[in-house]
């Protein structure tokens, strides 16, 4: 019984030691910092490809396939073309998921999997809608109960609203509640660690500035 927790122990430390690896956390500092940069959906794919080859030397590690994947989804909101969706969201979800298998029950990496949803979705809204979108929601509703504090759940919950329809239960006076929701959370947000995911502030305002910016005005036929 001595050896058994003698050996625990050994696991425990060599678990935390590998979690405080200089050479990991040097190579994850440098590619967020290169990350920041990225402007173009070819920029975000090749940091992807950096993050993927980081998760390839720390296989036990979540946050370089959690990033690997994040980065494939903002591609795609850039790149603005849907033919590309579905294969470059493929390798964000098999990464996603491999976070998930790492850390369970992050709420992080379910509003993640939520954004590769909707990615998917709008490939072809009308049809895929109906049988993603519940999906969707849910891994969103998951990620709001594991951690209520997460802003970046309530962001991506408004750019959602926002560009939906009201007909089909949207619009921009539920996705602004929503930005103002996240903002709020923002103020009082603490990452766990400069590794861990701490954006979407800067989108956030973005998005409050269009709430605020008057209504067109309405055309009388003059």
């Given at each position: 019984m001595k050896n058994l927790f003698t050996?625990?122990?050994?696991?425990?430390?060599?678990?935390?030691?590998?979690?405080?690896?200089?050479?990991?956390?040097?190579?994850?500092?440098?590619?967020?910092?290169?990350?920041?940069?990225?402007?173009?959906?070819?920029?975000?794919?090749?940091?992807?490809?950096?993050?993927?080859?980081?998760?390839?030397?720390?296989?036990?590690?979540?946050?370089?396939?959690?990033?690997?994947?994040?980065?494939?989804?903002?591609?795609?909101?850039?790149?603005?073309?849907?033919?590309?969706?579905d294969v470059i969201l493929e390798v964000a979800e098999?990464?996603?998921?491999?976070?998930?298998?790492?850390?369970p029950n992050n709420s992080e990496i379910y509003v993640l999997r939520s954004m590769i949803i909707g990615g998917k979705i709008m490939v072809d809204p009308m049809t895929r809608g109906q049988q993603l979108g519940m999906k969707s929601m849910?891994?969103?509703?998951?990620?709001?109960?594991?951690d209520a504090n997460n802003p970046r759940a309530y962001y991506i919950t408004g750019q959602s609203l926002f560009y939906t329809p009201p007909q089909f239960g949207g619009g921009v006076d539920k996705g602004c509640e929503m930005f103002n929701t996240a903002k709020a959370k923002y103020g009082i947000f603490v990452a766990a660690s400069p590794l861990h995911p701490n954006w979407g502030e800067d989108q956030v305002d973005e998005m409050l500035k269009q709430c605020t910016k008057p209504a067109p005005p309405v055309d009388g036929g003059n």
């Amino acid at each position: 019984m001595k050896n058994l927790f003698t050996l625990i122990g050994f696991i425990c430390i060599s678990t935390i030691a590998i979690a405080q690896s200089p050479k990991f956390n040097d190579a994850m500092t440098k590619t967020l910092a290169e990350m920041d940069t990225c402007t173009t959906g070819d920029q975000f794919m090749a940091i992807s490809n950096k993050f993927e080859r980081i998760a390839l030397a720390e296989k036990n590690q979540w946050l370089p396939f959690y990033y690997a994947a994040l980065s494939r989804v903002t591609a795609i909101f850039i790149y603005n073309d849907v033919s590309k969706n579905d294969v470059i969201l493929e390798v964000a979800e098999k990464h996603a998921l491999t976070a998930d298998s790492l850390q369970p029950n992050n709420s992080e990496i379910y509003v993640l999997r939520s954004m590769i949803i909707g990615g998917k979705i709008m490939v072809d809204p009308m049809t895929r809608g109906q049988q993603l979108g519940m999906k969707s929601m849910m891994l969103m509703s998951k990620a709001m109960s594991i951690d209520a504090n997460n802003p970046r759940a309530y962001y991506i919950t408004g750019q959602s609203l926002f560009y939906t329809p009201p007909q089909f239960g949207g619009g921009v006076d539920k996705g602004c509640e929503m930005f103002n929701t996240a903002k709020a959370k923002y103020g009082i947000f603490v990452a766990a660690s400069p590794l861990h995911p701490n954006w979407g502030e800067d989108q956030v305002d973005e998005m409050l500035k269009q709430c605020t910016k008057p209504a067109p005005p309405v055309d009388g036929g003059n």
